[in-house]
Each structure stands twice: as structure tokens, then as C-alpha cells.
């Protein structure tokens, strides 16, 4: 079993930062791909960001340029650093870690942007 802790979550202004962090730890035999989805009220989950194992990434349109995923592999860690904050990004934000033929998810932190 894999357990996934996540953090960072909260309120913000608009334009401001905030960074989430995801820690998968368990039974954990290679970590392959990392990543963040969001799901906002009335909305489908959407990726945001995922990151494979060899460092590659690709983002949503809507976060590029602003959002950066990075990932310590030694720490079975993900994050996504978020900057220049928009409402629209107002979401539960949650982790995904594929490992092996599995994947697991996150709890989900909130993140509420004001305007």
C-alpha cells in the first residue's frame, strides 16, 4: 500500500504564491510519473502538471508560466510551486503517483484564491 501526504494548501490573494507538496511513502518499488490534478466546484478533475521519471513535464495550458512541478526522487516527493495565483485556480488540488502497473491518490489540499 502507498500512502500519499500532501501540504501547502490555503488562501490567497490573487497574484500571490503558494507551493503544495505530496510525499508518497509504503510500498513503493519505483516511482514513475508525479503529478497534480485539481477539481473545481461543478468541474471534471483536470491534470495540471506531471512530471516522469526522467524529469520530463507537461502542464495545462491554463498554468504554464506560472505553475512549475519538480519532483525529489530520493524523497519520493512531488511539488508544485504556484505563482501568480488567478481565482480560477480556486480547486482541491491533489496528488498522483504511478508506480509500477499502479497509481494512487492524494487526499487533496484546497486552494482558495480571492480576487
Known amino acids: 500500500q502507498v500512502q500519499l501526504v500532501e501540504s501547502g494548501g490555503g488562501l490567497v490573494q490573487a497574484g500571490g504564491s503558494l507551493r503544495l507538496s505530496c510525499a508518497a511513502s509504503g510500498s513503493i518499488f519505483k516511482t514513475n510519473a508525479m503529478g497534480w490534478y485539481r477539481q473545481a466546484p461543478g468541474k471534471q478533475r483536470e491534470l495540471v502538471a506531471l512530471?516522469?521519471?526522467?524529469?520530463?513535464?507537461n502542464y495545462a495550458d491554463s498554468v504554464k508560466g506560472r505553475f512549475t512541478i519538480s519532483r525529489d526522487n530520493a524523497k519520493n516527493t512531488v511539488y508544485l510551486q504556484m505563482n501568480s495565483l488567478k481565482p480560477e485556480d480556486t480547486a482541491v488540488y491533489y496528488c498522483r503517483v504511478f508506480t509500477g502497473p499502479y497509481n494512487y491518490w492524494g487526499q487533496g489540499t484546497q486552494v482558495t484564491v480571492s480576487s
Open positions: 512530471m516522469n521519471s526522467g524529469g520530463t513535464s
